[in-house]
């Protein structure tokens, strides 16, 4: 008789605030601010609130275990579409998990990286039962481990777009630069993570050249008026870095500190 094998639980659900989510049960950002919040970076969330429309065509970048996918995906609605990328298999599988538990169907999740040309990058071997920051891999530097194809989002043709979210551990300028035609022809707004002071200065003259104008957005990673109402903040005082991104073009009103240029910085040393 073949024998049946046990798995560890490295799993757990919460009801959260935009639904049911399934999550590793020691990632040490994500999936520990669902366990206690209930919800992943809401001031994030609220940017996207004033952004995305229902029936808008979204692409999310770095979609993780899709902590932001399934609010993206209920603010474009059921006329609306999600186009999103996570190169992990493990996260892409958790990913397409909370789609379904969801009852999403707008979705379109691709395993697959973007950059700045057609080719593979490497995942490494990772213990998804040990503590770690999952959603921190990059990819840039790996040589070794399961080979995942990366495409640009120019080859996508895309018809509309009005959002684009990225976050790629350093990899946003390679991103842009893949999807500078969509870009040019299509004018969304962005939202792209800018955490790394050294690759600062290319993410923002890139941008800029390409006319937008930018503003930072760094929301602290706890949210007092959490989806579980824990008062603990348990992350201090971190906070996202990230550039809200609108073509120069479109008039657009916000409180947030404009980016003076490519030498601006908000973050620490």
Known sequence: MDPLFAFPSIFEARECRYGRMLFPARDQYVGRSLALYGEFSEGEAEVFRHLVRPGDMVVEVGANLGA??????????????????????????????????????TVVAEQKGLGRRTGFAHIPSLDYGADANFGGLSLEQETEGEKVPVAILDAYRLRACAFIKIDVEGMEAQVLEGAAETLHRLRPALYVENDRREKSQ?????????????????????????????????????????????????????????????????GGA
Not at 71 to 86: C, D, I, N, S
Not at 228 to 256: D, M, Q, Y
Request: charged share 15%; hydrophobic share 50%.
């Open 68 to 105: 932001h996918t399934v609010l993206l995906a209920r603010l474009a609605g059921p006329q609306g579409a999600v186009l999103a990328f996570e190169p992990q298999p493990i996260l892409f599988q958790v990913l397409c998990a909370n789609l379904a538990m969801n009852n999403i169907t």
């Open 202 to 266: 290319e993410l923002i003259e890139l941008l800029q050249a390409m006319d937008y104008r930018l503003w930072w957005h760094t929301p602290p990673l706890f949210h007092a008026d959490n989806f579980a109402g824990n008062p603990e903040n348990v992350f201090g005082t971190l906070v996202s870095l990230n550039l809200l991104c609108i073509p120069r073009e479109k008039a657009f009103k916000t409180n947030l500190k404009e980016v003076a240029g490519p030498g601006d910085w908000v």
